[in-house]
């Protein structure tokens, strides 16, 4: 494992390939999903949602997903060609800050329901084999994204910088190279980012995305506080 949570490799018969969530109850109080400094890989679903599947058995109280730092990569199946994210059922809140979304099969994102509220920023979403779709009657709220063409009908997520020129410099997947777009683009963002940098670096703006370019300081480990590995 190269960070302190990894979700690779799982395969759901049906929906949500790494995470299936299901908020079941009638207690009038938001279910909160938190994902933070993941990395999401390799899954696969036979329905919808390799990566994430959200939903919901009463359309009334809300349900919340926030992801932060999050890379979400090479999930799906090539010929199933299924979604990567998707928000099924009504009144579902998804926030999505400083994300990279890359190179999986199906629509990364895919939000169809009438009373979904998505709001995703400083985030790349690029070389999927569909485009995003956010139905025209979901409220979206966006903010500093690269991202690639809304697949039919959907609403756009932001504007499309160009090819984010991912490297794999040292194993480095998805970092960005020195002259990428995405580099810069953003006046604020999360104070590190997946690597453990501080962000900004130090030109003080923000790199969209789950990484941060030249970040400044690599944060102590804060899991074994005695150095014990």
């Known amino acids: 494992m190269r960070y302190c949570s990894e979700l690779s490799l799982n395969v759901a018969n049906q929906f949500g390939g790494a ?3 299901e ?16 990395d999401i890989s390799k899954n696969k679903a036979t329905l919808a949602g390799s990566a994430i599947y ?75 084999s569909l485009g995003p779709f956010i139905a025209t009657n979901a409220s979206l709220t966006k903010a500093c994204n690269n991202t690639q063409a809304a697949a039919l009908n959907g609403q756009s997520l932001g504007i499309n910088l160009g090819n984010p020129l991912f ?3 040292n194993d480095k997947y998805y970092h960005l190279s020195i002259n990428s777009p995405s580099v810069d683009a953003c006046t604020n963002g999360p104070i590190t980012d997946l690597d453990g940098f501080y962000r900004p670096n130090t030109g003080g703006m923000y790199d ?22």
């Open 167 to 169: 490297t794999t410099l």
């Open 19 to 21: 995470i299936y969530s």
């Open 208 to 229: 969209q995305g789950v990484y941060e370019l030249n970040g400044s300081v690599l944060l102590p480990e804060k899991i074994f506080f005695n150095g014990f590995e």
């Open 54 to 128: 959200q939903t919901a058995t009463h359309l009334v109280i809300p349900n919340s997903i926030k992801m932060t730092n999050v890379l979400v990569r090479d999930n799906g199946d090539d010929v199933v060609q299924e979604s990567t994210i998707e928000l099924h059922k009504n009144n579902i809140f998804l926030s999505i800050d400083s994300a990279t979304i890359a190179a999986n099969f199906g629509n990364p994102l895919f939000v169809d329901n009438l009373k979904a509220n998505v709001t995703i920023k400083n985030s790349i979403i690029y070389d999927n």
């Open 23 to 38: 908020s079941t109850s009638t207690v009038n109080q938001t279910s909160i999903l938190t994902i933070s400094a993941t």
